[in-house]
């Protein structure tokens, strides 16, 4: 009953900035938590940042500073504004949520959009 659709990937040079979007078909919103993750060649999904089901922001340590997780309550969309990109940041990048408090991880995932850094 939800979808939800990345986009906004791309390549850019070490320091530049890319905004990544998630559109969500009905509303996410209701969600006990939604957010972003992402898996680099060879390695295993990893947590960016969400909200969680208070409306608090977890952010990586890898990213804290230069990562900022929003939402637009009207058109149901969720976004991640990246800043001073590093090659290391360098994966596809997955908007997600869970439906229920009982779950650990997300049940709903976008198809991904990738993200390139160049040095």
């Known amino acids: 009953q939800v979808q939800l659709v990345e986009s906004g990937g791309g390549l850019v040079q070490a320091g530049g900035s890319l905004r990544l979007s998630c559109a969500a078909s009905?509303?996410?919103?209701?969600?006990?938590?939604m957010g972003w993750y992402r898996q680099a060649p060879g390695k295993q999904r990893e947590f960016v940042a969400i909200?969680?089901?208070?409306?608090?922001?977890n952010y990586a340590t890898s990213v804290k500073g230069r990562f900022t997780i929003s939402r637009d309550n009207v058109n149901n969309t969720m976004y991640l504004q990246m800043n001073s990109l590093k090659p290391e940041d360098t994966a596809v990048y997955y908007c997600?949520?869970?439906?229920?408090?009982?779950?650990?991880?997300?049940?709903?995932w976008g198809q991904g959009t990738q993200v390139t850094v160049s040095s």
């Open positions: 997600a949520a869970k439906s229920a408090v009982w779950r650990t991880t997300p049940n709903y």
């Open positions: 909200f969680t089901s208070a409306d608090i922001i």
């Open positions: 009905g509303s996410i919103f209701s969600f006990p938590s």
